[in-house]
């Protein structure tokens, strides 16, 4: 493939990037440059380190207004089709994303994406929620677009044409300043960046500016609605994460696991109105193992008013032994966990995770509880001490005052 060519190509495959770690699927670079995928990964990516990101997302409205088609609406065009007029109103958030790297085998590398949302800013911030998880798996010369190999970085030529820039400069961040190389791509839907370090390979900034069509809007001029989407994620810090079962021997029934599923109730408990519990479920199907991995497709189930279908949401998950919050862990990793043990304290978002509850269930099955815990929300996380195997766990959202507590039901 000629130069020019590769300029046009990689600015599509740059361009159509989001918010880092949005889908399980490997860094589009792959398909371009092949031979990126033998390269070595950064020496810094091994299991258990985590890398967190600030966030945020915001929504930006080209009008006050929008115009939907309603034979009933109040306002008239000229050839007297009817519209109804809805005020349009932007939307935000921020928050934390902290990529787990949950296990490493030979050149692949399994990534647990967890999504910490909060509201407010400054003094006047509030505690964090757990939004949700997200996964990669994949060639760890490049972990999804959170680091690319600095020997790569190191092949990549400087330009500027066809809507692509790549340019290499000093990058102030906190009290550092970095070498860096910045990829940056523009087109009539919008712009993106990407900043990565030179020497570690570690993504440091990556933002987006685009807009797009919202289905079925009109403006007042009977233009398409269009709305604009502002998104960045910037480097905040990378650190070790040690935990006791690192070291331990996955259970053998993790090469043939096909499916899980765990029902309950979620509850949200307002002051003065009786609980009514509404049963949930989760079903997660594997993906993708390896000896160290799962790579799952979750999908939860909430049910809603009575005649109408659940609500379903889909997610990616990836279960690895150097992670909390997964569907296992190493049974014989897990054998010397004692009630009260400490195990980690995040020095960025605080969140705290500890050992719970050792002993037996009713069903006299031995069992351990992992809670990690902030002032916004608690997960604890009960497993079989004997097959490893999540067995249980319960999320508490202490901004919405709401439970979610499942237990394991079926396994494939």
């Known amino acids: 493939m000629n130069r020019v060519a590769k300029t046009v190509v990689l600015g599509l495959l740059l361009s159509v990037l989001v918010v880092p770690g949005s889908l399980a699927q490997e860094n589009p670079l792959f398909l371009l440059f092949p031979h990126l995928k033998s390269m070595p990964a950064p020496p810094w990516v091994k299991e258990g380190m985590r890398l967190t990101y600030y966030s945020s997302a915001a929504s930006i409205p080209e009008g006050r207004h929008l115009y939907f088609k309603d034979e009933n609406g109040s306002w ?12 349009s109103v932007g939307a935000g958030g921020h928050g934390y994303t902290q990529i787990d790297v949950a296990a490493l085998e030979g050149q692949r590398v ?45 092949s990549v030529e400087e330009r500027n044409e066809g809507g692509l820039r790549i340019l290499r400069m ?77 070291q331990g021997t996955p259970p053998p029934w993790l090469a043939t696991l096909q499916a899980l599923r765990y029902e309950g109730t979620t509850t949200v408990y307002i002051p003065g109105s009786p609980a009514f519990p509404l049963p949930v479920a989760l079903t997660a199907q594997t993906v993708a193992q390896g000896g160290r991995w799962l790579l799952l497709r979750a999908i939860d189930l909430l049910a809603s008013v009575p005649g109408l279908p659940p609500s379903e949401r889909h997610s990616s998950r990836i279960s690895g032994i150097a992670q909390t919050g997964g ?18 304290t995040d020095p960025v978002t605080g969140i705290a995770t500890s050992v719970s ?25 009960t497993y079989d001490a004997e097959s490893g195997l999540l067995a249980a766990f319960r999320h508490e959202d202490r901004k919405l005052n709401q439970v979610t507590e499942m237990r394991l039901v079926q396994t494939q």
């Open 327 to 344: 569907f296992w862990l190493p049974p014989d990793g897990i054998g010397t966990l004692q009630p009260g043990q400490h195990l980690d």
């Open 110 to 154: 399994a990534l647990h994406i967890k999504s910490l949302g909060m509201t407010g800013i400054g003094a006047q911030q509030s505690a964090l929620s757990l939004l949700g998880f997200d996964a990669y798996e994949g060639p760890s010369a490049a972990g999804s677009d959170w680091w690319i190999s600095p020997q790569f970085l190191a």
């Open 170 to 246: 000093p990058y102030p961040l906190g009290q550092t300043t970095y070498r860096a190389i910045r990829f940056q791509t523009e087109d009539p839907q919008g712009r993106h960046v990407r900043v990565y370090d030179l020497d570690s390979g570690v993504l440091l900034h990556a933002g987006s500016a685009v807009s797009g069509r919202i289905s079925g809007s009109f403006t007042q001029e009977l233009r398409p609605g269009t709305s604009g989407m502002l998104s960045q994620s910037t480097f905040v810090g990378a650190r070790q994460v040690t935990l006791p079962w690192m």
């Open 76 to 87: 008239v065009d000229d050839q007297g089709n009817r519209y109804r007029q809805e005020e």
């Open 357 to 381: 509850f050792r002993g037996a269930g009713q069903d006299g099955r031995p069992l351990v509880t992992l809670v990690e815990s902030c002032s916004g929300y608690s997960l604890e996380c």
